[in-house]
T-cell receptor
Framework: NAGVTQTPKFQVLKTGQSMTLQCAQD?????MYWYRQDPGMGLRLIYY???????DKGEVPNGYNVSRLNKREFSLRLESAAPSQTSVYFC??????????????FGDGTRLSIL | GENVEQHPSTLSVQEGDSAVIKCTYS??????FPWYKQELGKGPQLIID?????GEKKDQRIAVTLNKTAKHFSLHITETQPEDSAVYFC???????????FGKGITLSVRP
C-alpha cells in the first residue's frame, strides 16, 4: 500500500544540468500535482494534471515541464537547473468526482539542491 | 486569486492543553477546507477536512470549525501530546476542477 512514491529522495545538480523527478501513485486517482516547498512559503503549485492526457500550469510553472505518462505516473522535468530551483518537491494525487475537491495525498518529497 | 493566511505562525503549548490554529481566506466561492500535518522529512498528511455545507467536524482530539460569513476556519486540537508537534497547513479549494491554495504553515510545539 505505497500511496504516492517519489524518486529520487535527494539530488544535487550543477547549474544548467537537466533532471526528471518521477512520481507514481497506486490509488487509481485521476488527478496529480507537483508542488514546491520553500521555507516560509508554504506549498506552491507548479503544474497539475486533472486527468490522464491533460496538464495545466499552476502558480510557479516557469523553468519546469511535466509529462502525464499514464494514469499512474506524472513526471516533472527541469531542463536547465538554476539555483532558484533549490527546493523540496512534492507530488500529490487525488480522486475526482462529486462536484467537490477531493483530498490530496502526498509523497515524501524530493530534496533538490542546485549548486 | 485566492489568498490564504494562517495565524499565528508559531505556537507553543503545554502538553495536555488545547491548541487552536486559524486560517483566513479571501474567495467567497471557496467550498473545501482541509488541514494537513507535516512531520520532519515527510510529506503533508491530511488530518481533517470540511466542506462548506458543514459548520463543524470532529475526529477524536481534532476538530475543524468553519465561519463562511467571516471567511475563516480553525483547527482545534485538544489534550495535546508531544507527537502533535509538527507543521500544520491549511488549504482552500473552490470545487471539483479547482486547485488547492495553501497557507504558509504554522509550527506547533508541544512542551512535555
Amino acid at each position: 500500500n505505497a500511496g504516492v512514491t517519489q524518486t529520487p529522495k535527494f539530488q544535487v545538480l550543477k547549474t544548467g544540468q537537466s533532471m526528471t523527478l518521477q512520481c507514481a501513485q497506486d490509488m487509481n486517482h485521476n488527478s496529480m500535482y507537483w508542488y514546491r516547498q520553500d521555507p516560509g512559503m508554504g506549498l506552491r503549485l507548479i503544474y497539475y494534471s486533472a486527468s490522464e492526457g491533460t496538464t495545466d500550469k499552476g502558480e510557479v510553472p516557469n523553468g519546469y515541464n511535466v509529462s502525464r505518462l499514464n494514469k499512474r505516473e506524472f513526471s516533472l522535468r527541469l531542463e536547465s537547473a538554476a539555483p532558484s530551483q533549490t527546493s523540496v518537491y512534492f507530488c500529490a494525487s487525488s480522486d475526482r468526482g462529486g462536484g467537490w475537491n477531493q483530498p490530496q495525498h502526498f509523497g515524501d518529497g524530493t530534496r533538490l539542491s542546485i549548486l | 486569486g485566492e489568498n490564504v493566511e494562517q495565524h499565528p505562525s508559531t505556537l507553543s503549548v503545554q502538553e495536555g492543553d488545547s491548541a487552536v490554529i486559524k486560517c483566513t481566506y479571501s474567495d467567497s466561492a471557496s467550498n473545501y477546507f482541509p488541514w494537513y500535518k507535516q512531520e520532519l522529512g515527510k510529506g503533508p498528511q491530511l488530518i481533517i477536512d470540511i466542506r462548506s455545507n458543514v459548520g463543524e467536524k470532529k475526529d477524536q482530539r481534532i476538530a475543524v470549525t468553519l465561519n463562511k460569513t467571516a471567511k475563516h476556519f480553525s483547527l482545534h486540537i485538544t489534550e495535546t501530546q508531544p507527537e502533535d508537534s509538527a507543521v500544520y497547513f491549511c488549504a482552500v479549494g473552490a470545487g471539483a476542477n479547482s486547485k488547492l491554495t495553501f497557507g504558509k504553515g504554522i509550527t506547533l510545539s508541544v512542551r512535555p
